[in-house]
């Protein structure tokens, strides 16, 4: 199963493009990469999936490069309602085998 | 309409106690799972059922013990429940097979329990 390393915490200002990068030194070919978005007292929300290269979607990027050993998903003039945890996670064929770990706390600032 | 739905939200119960937590899901899908977030916000998956078997039961006390009576209700069932489990509860739910876009897990929005 590939582990994923992401920074425990970030922080920005309102406006700012972010940037949170995920290392997933041991992702396996079948393996997608997707982030998860969850704010305070409430389930995880799927935000994006990518397999290589770029993908862009109405909330956010997701870049990743021809190695696919990291990715980062990219959130262009954050808002204070960016606040919340991001998990980056990554899985194959099996739904039932992606794991979340700890995420990135990204607290956004006025 | 809400796509993965628990109840309770809410459950405060004293140790000792036998508690469940019910699950239903109306998006047709085919896997559903328990996933467990403690004080620290890890996210760690419990159970995995896939068209009502059980396909992942992760380290748990057996003091846990889900149950499927069809493929859109998964339950929680709790018995003696200690300090410790005290925790938010996720249910969720995807579509298993082969990982395409947009093939993704959705979420119920929690059931805090709290063991006093």
């Known amino acids: 199963l590939a582990k994923t390393t992401q920074p425990i915490s970030m922080d920005s200002y309102e406006g700012q493009e972010v940037n949170i990068t995920c290392s997933h030194n041991?992702?396996?070919?079948?393996?997608?990469i997707t982030w998860y978005q969850q704010f305070p007292s409430q389930g995880p929300r799927f935000i994006i999936q990518?397999?290589?290269t770029k993908v862009t979607n109405e909330v956010a990027s997701l870049f990743i490069p021809a190695d696919r050993k990291s990715s980062t998903l990219s959130l262009p003039r954050v808002s204070l309602s960016d606040t919340a945890v991001y998990y980056c996670?990554?899985?194959?064929?099996?739904?039932?085998?992606?794991?979340f770990g700890s995420g990135t706390r990204l607290s956004i600032r006025p | 309409d809400t796509a993965v739905s628990q109840t309770p939200k809410y459950l405060v119960t004293q140790m000792g106690n036998d508690k469940s937590i019910k699950c239903e899901q109306n998006?047709?899908?085919?896997?559903m799972y328990w996933y467990k977030q403690d004080s620290k916000k890890f996210l760690k998956i419990m159970f995995s059922?896939?068209?009502?078997?059980?396909?992942i039961n992760e380290t748990v006390p057996n003091r846990f013990s889900p149950k499927s009576p069809d493929k859109a209700h998964l339950n929680l069932h709790i018995n003696s429940l200690e300090l410790g489990d005290s925790a938010v509860y996720f249910c969720?739910?995807?579509?298993?097979?082969?990982?395409?876009?947009?093939?993704?897990?959705?979420f119920g929005e929690g059931s805090w329990l709290t063991v006093v």
């Open positions: 969720a739910s995807s579509q298993e097979g082969a990982w395409i876009s947009g093939n993704t897990i959705y």
């Open positions: 041991n992702i396996a070919t079948n393996d997608y």
């Open positions: 990518g397999y290589k």
């Open positions: 996670l990554v899985g194959g064929s099996s739904a039932s085998k992606i794991i």
């Open positions: 998006l047709g899908h085919d896997t």
């Open positions: 059922y896939n068209n009502k078997e059980l396909i």
